[in-house]
């Protein structure tokens, strides 16, 4: 297991850019792909993206492509979520997740806790 706490987020004009971060602690951090997934209220969690574990491959849901980046550093074991043009529908309560190598990942059994995101119009 890895404990990850997130950090970040905030109210944001509609345009807006925020950046999230989440650090990690206990197992090796680079022997984990990881993920940001998003739950707006009355709605199910939602995939945002992942990143797998030497940080060369990533992938994006459609509604964040080309607005939202992806990164991670092994070295000082945290991955980090930019989110540029906001629009009011990404508000949401944003949470990073770690996983296994395997790519694509077919489990995320650690959850940091979770970050609001409040996009304005």
């Known amino acids: 297991q890895v404990q990850l706490v997130g950090s970040g987020g905030g109210l944001v004009q509609a345009g807006g850019s925020l950046r999230l971060s989440c650090s990690a602690s206990g197992r090796t951090f680079r022997s984990y792909a990881m993920g940001w997934f998003r739950q707006a209220p009355g709605k199910d969690r939602e995939f945002v993206a992942t990143?797998?574990?030497?940080?060369?491959?990533?992938h994006y849901a459609d509604s964040v492509k080309g607005r939202f980046t992806i990164s991670r550093d092994n070295a000082k074991s945290t991955v980090s979520l930019q989110m540029n043009s906001l629009k009011p529908e990404d508000t949401a309560v944003y949470y990073c997740?770690?996983?296994?190598?395997?790519?694509?990942?077919?489990?995320?059994?650690?959850w940091g806790q979770g970050i609001q995101v409040t996009v304005s119009s």
């Open positions: 990143i797998n574990w030497s940080g060369g491959i990533t």
């Open positions: 997740a770690a996983a296994g190598r395997s790519w694509p990942p077919s489990q995320f059994g650690s």
